[in-house]
Nanobody, 119 residues
Framework: QVQLVESGGGLVQPGGSLRLSCAAS????????MNWYRQAPGKQRELVAG???????NYADSVKGRFTISRDIAKNTMYLHMNSLKPEDTAVYYC?????????????WGQGTQVTVSE
């Protein structure tokens, strides 16, 4: 059974930093596509950052240069390092894992962690 557990969210002032973690079980973070999504109130869920099995990262334009996605093989955990946070980064952040089989794609989601950027 696949489980993804996010942590690290909280309240931070504009310009501050946070590191989100996604601890995985039942799936290996380096063997599957892993993503961070976010959803702000009244808005659709959007892709923030993703990392391929080979380690290639991609980012939404709104976070390029400020956020960094990474993985720790030993801990089987994915991270999102967020710097220079802005109020518009306020959202619930979700960890997503995609496992492909021959016949289908399977998406797995964490429960989300709240990030609030405010004075």
């Amino acid at each position: 059974q696949v489980q993804l557990v996010e942590s690290g969210g909280g309240l931070v002032q504009p310009g501050g930093s946070l590191r989100l973690s996604c601890a995985a079980s039942g799936i290996i973070v380096t063997s599957n596509v892993m993503n961070w999504y976010r959803q702000a109130p009244g808005k659709q869920r959007e892709l923030v950052a993703g990392i391929s099995r080979g380690g290639e990262a991609n980012y939404a334009d709104s976070v390029k240069g400020r956020f960094t996605i990474s993985r720790d093989i030993a801990k089987n955990t994915m991270y999102l390092h967020m710097n220079s946070l802005k109020p518009e980064d306020t959202a619930v952040y979700y960890c997503n894992a995609i496992r492909y089989t021959i016949v289908r794609r399977n998406d797995y989601w964490g429960q989300g962690t709240q990030v609030t950027v405010s004075e």
